[in-house]
């Protein structure tokens, strides 16, 4: 697999992030289409504020967000629209931040590694093969099995040497 298709999203520097925002909701929109799922307005808002920028969010910021944006929706209702997004694999649960990052290429990979910078925050998404091959190789010698790998990686980004 080449680099390219292996980096889902990489360390951005400085961008034009409503590029990123605009990318991210059609692809929504489009993966919610082919999973004949609806992406009603409370899951587009919560959608919305977890791609405010690269940096995880956790579930009571996210609440936060909205009731600031003027949105009142109970704390349950949001909940529901978070878990919504990850069953969708529109979002994804940061397991060792307890939080949640937008996932700009929905519905085109499966497994994933996370590289977390410590220093500002962001996150980098690969979906590198070899990593979860050599995984489940060492898990099949433990004869052990129902895999579920979670990689994430803390560090330093470029931006942030
Ligand atoms: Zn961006
Ligand atoms: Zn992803
Ligand atoms: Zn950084």
Redesign the pocket.
Same mark, same amino acid.
Do not use: T
């Given at each position: 697999m080449s680099k390219k298709e292996r980096v889902?999203s990489p360390f951005h520097g400085r961008h034009d992030h409503s590029h990123c925002q605009n990318q991210a909701m059609e692809a929504a929109a489009a993966e919610c289409k082919r999973q004949g799922l609806r992406l009603t307005t409370i899951r587009q808002q919560v959608l919305e504020i977890i791609w405010m920028s690269h940096n995880p969010i956790g579930a009571y910021d996210v609440l936060q967000k909205l009731q600031e944006a003027g949105h009142k929706p109970s704390p349950p209702t949001a909940y529901r629209a978070l878990d919504f997004l990850v069953a969708a694999?529109l979002v $994804?649960r940061v397991e060792s931040l307890n939080a949640y990052i937008g996932?700009p290429?929905?519905g085109a $990979?499966h497994e994933?590694q996370f590289y977390i910078c410590t220093q500002c925050g962001h996150i980098a998404?690969l979906n590198s093969s070899a990593v979860t091959e050599a995984l489940r190789m060492d898990a099949e010698e433990l004869g052990f099995k129902r895999v579920q790998p979670v990689i994430e990686v803390h560090g330093v980004c470029t931006s942030c040497q």
């Open positions: 889902i694999k $994804h996932c290429s929905p $990979h994933c998404e």
